[in-house]
């Protein structure tokens, strides 16, 4: 309980920074928003935590299904996001990251790419671009949708084939997730890009050699690490690499930029659960993504110029908590099997945290990290 508290008032004292008046632009999806300049300490390094199929509700039964206590609670700025896509009011995951990695509204399925289907560029390239070092780790393939539209530019999400060459276009830092197949094996075209990432001086790890916690990057080095050949287990499963990768994620990549680092850890198996209607599934996910988020947020409790932003692409199920349900008891509904459009929230922590206070489009959680990054604004104009 003392650590607690004495989380509580370090989280108190780091948002203390002033905000003075307020900038106009336009998010190119007929909305003007305002958004307050932040004059105060900028962070150096941004962590985008992403909960797939992350309502309220998820949260809740997470909540109540671990003693009534989530690291989330531990975030001081909380928000709202709208999720909806290009023309759809209901998004898929691939439009929504992109919206998070580019600032555009996109189609469905989209990865990387605008509503023409152009590529847009990514947070993570500009990062890459102005010398800062870059993640990507996924309960998922690191082809999936989430991560794939980070660093990927496809029109179609199930081109997973097609989104792995781009992980050697844009050199990450740290790259945790599964997928090993379409770096490898199995390619149509027979190209070995797990050799050419040796090649270009990656440290390479796989799970058919080694658990992750047996690896201790030094950082002098790039380094990846498959957790599948395809689609990674559930936490029920088996699988315990999330946790661990948020753990190493922070110092690895400290000592890989002194400019800074941006990191996207995406918690995918939520949204698979929810799609599943499985309601102890959901929760298991969502206690494996909380503790990844508490291993985050012990690195930038003590790093001190690290934003953490968690939020959400979608809800997925229309889940409900039902009558009849207790704390430890919970009565779990869904209903739907596919996404709902709910509002998501957002928590954020660090400086430049009370940016992400309010409600706004999924889209502004790109401008944002931009603008606290202090990095030129791109061109969302659907047309290029
Ligand atoms: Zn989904």
Same mark, same amino acid.
């Given at each position: 309980m003392k650590r607690n508290r004495i989380l509580l008032i370090c989280l108190f004292l780091s948002i203390t920074a002033s905000i003075i008046g307020s900038a106009a632009y336009s998010d190119k999806t007929n909305h003007t928003v305002f958004v307050p300049q932040y004059q105060g300490k900028q962070p150096k390094n941004i962590i985008l935590l992403i909960g797939d199929g992350m309502g309220l509700t998820q949260i809740s039964a997470g909540l109540y299904s671990n /003693? /009534?206590?989530? /690291?989330? !609670?531990? #975030? =001081?700025i909380t928000g709202l996001i709208k999720t909806n896509a290009h023309k759809r009011l209901i998004t898929d995951s691939g439009a929504a990251a992109t919206s998070f990695a580019c600032g555009c509204k996109t189609y469905n399925?989209?990865?990387?790419?605008n509503k023409n289907k152009k590529p847009c560029l990514s947070i993570l390239e500009q990062a890459s671009q102005n010398g800062l070092a870059t993640g990507l780790i996924a309960s998922?393939?690191?082809?999936?949708a989430t991560p794939a539209s980070f660093i990927a530019h496809v029109?179609?999400?199930?081109d997973m084939e097609g989104i792995a060459p781009f992980f050697l276009q844009t050199k990450l830092d740290l790259l945790i997730g599964g997928g090993l197949n379409y770096f490898r094996k199995r390619r149509s075209d027979a190209i070995n890009l797990y050799q050419q990432m040796q090649d270009a001086g990656y440290q390479m790890g796989n799970y058919t050699e080694n658990k992750l916690s047996s690896y201790k990057p030094a950082g002098d080095r790039p380094f990846a690490w498959f957790s599948a050949d395809e689609e990674p287990e559930s936490v029920g499963n088996g699988r315990d690499y999330l946790p661990l990768a948020a753990e190493l994620a922070g110092p690895f990549l400290k000592k890989r930029s002194p400019k800074g680092f941006f990191l996207m850890l995406e918690g995918s198996q939520i949204d698979w659960a929810c799609h599943k209607n499985n309601g102890p599934y959901a929760i298991q996910e969502m206690l494996d993504f909380d503790a990844a988020i508490g291993a985050i947020l012990k690195f930038a409790v003590a790093d001190g110029e690290t934003l953490v932003i968690v939020t959400a692409d979608h809800e997925t199920g229309g889940m409900a908590i039902k009558q009849g349900s207790e704390m430890d008891s919970l009565i779990i509904g869904f209903s739907t099997e596919q996404h709902t459009a709910t509002m998501v929230p957002v928590f954020a922590y660090g =400086?430049?945290? !009370?940016? #992400?206070s309010g409600i706004y489009e999924n889209t502004e959680i790109f401008f944002k990290m931009q603008a606290l990054f202090g990095f030129p604004t791109t061109s969302t104009d659907p047309k290029k």
């Open positions: /003693n /009534n206590h989530l /690291n989330l !609670e531990q #975030f =001081p399925g989209a990865i990387g790419v998922s393939s690191i082809t999936h029109p179609d999400r199930a =400086p430049g945290a !009370e940016q #992400f």
